[in-house]
């Protein structure tokens, strides 16, 4: 059965702290890697999709990065509006149809 | 920029109503998608829809019904509500291959009483 595990639950950090945020997937035939932020009773925001090995994403203050096995999303100096959870999710193949698997989360929190 | 929408953003309902929840995505995708989301439990797939008039069950499809007569429109459709199904209810859709990113509404979160 695929999973996508994210480490850790939460995570509260100072302003300007850099830290990362972990996702380890066990897919069978990853075709894709998804980081969305998503802020409190609201829909998930796309962030990045990783494809292979290597490759990296930059969008402001954060870094995606996969390997084999896991992703991390990097956060450098962070600030209070980058309070979030923030999911990731693996998408596969099955059955001819698309099929995606999300993690749980990280909730991180900013302290100015 | 894609665009989700979803008919409501909060909705109570009593025990044993028919609740319709609606979902409208602008940039002619393919694809389509109803989730629900419960703390500690994460992202759970309901139904899906790759194409106007088909359906296919997700993982957790038990109490729930879906429709698609058009390409921008997939409702969700609880036939007769219950206090299990109180949840944030997330529509999503993704294009063709090539771009598998599901991109997601608002969110609609229902409250079963």
């Known amino acids: 059965e695929d999973q996508v595990t994210q480490s850790p639950e939460a995570l509260r950090l100072q302003e300007g702290e850099s830290s990362s945020l972990n996702c380890s997937y066990t897919?069978?035939?990853?075709?894709?890697l998804f980081w969305y932020r998503q802020d409190p009773g609201k829909g998930p925001e796309f962030l990045f999709t990783?494809?292979?090995a290597g490759e990296e994403k930059e969008k402001e203050r954060l870094k995606a990065t996969l390997t084999k096995k896991e992703s991390f999303l990097h956060i450098t100096a962070p600030k209070p509006e980058d309070s979030a959870t923030y999911l990731c999710a693996a998408l596969a193949f099955s059955g001819g149809y698309q099929k995606v698997t999300f993690g749980i989360g990280t909730k991180l929190q900013v302290i100015p | 920029d894609v665009k989700v929408t979803q008919s409501s953003r909060y909705l109570v309902k009593r025990t044993g109503e028919k609740v319709f929840l609606e979902c409208v995505q602008d940039?002619?995708?393919?694809?389509m998608f109803w989730y629900r989301q419960d703390p500690g439990l994460g992202l759970r797939l309901i139904y899906f829809?790759?194409?106007?008039?088909?359906?296919e069950k997700g993982d957790i499809p038990e109490g729930y019904s879906v429709s698609r007569e058009k390409k921008e429109r997939f409702s969700l459709i609880l036939e007769s509500a219950s206090t299990n199904q109180t949840s944030m209810y997330l529509c999503?859709?993704?294009?063709?291959?090539?771009?598998?990113?599901?991109?997601f509404g608002p969110g609609t979160r229902l409250l079963v009483l």
């Open positions: 897919v069978s035939g990853l075709r894709g």
């Open positions: 990783l494809y292979s």
């Open positions: 999503a859709s993704t294009g063709v291959a090539g771009d598998e990113t599901q991109y």
């Open positions: 829809s790759y194409d106007v008039k088909m359906k």
């Open positions: 940039m002619d995708h393919e694809n």
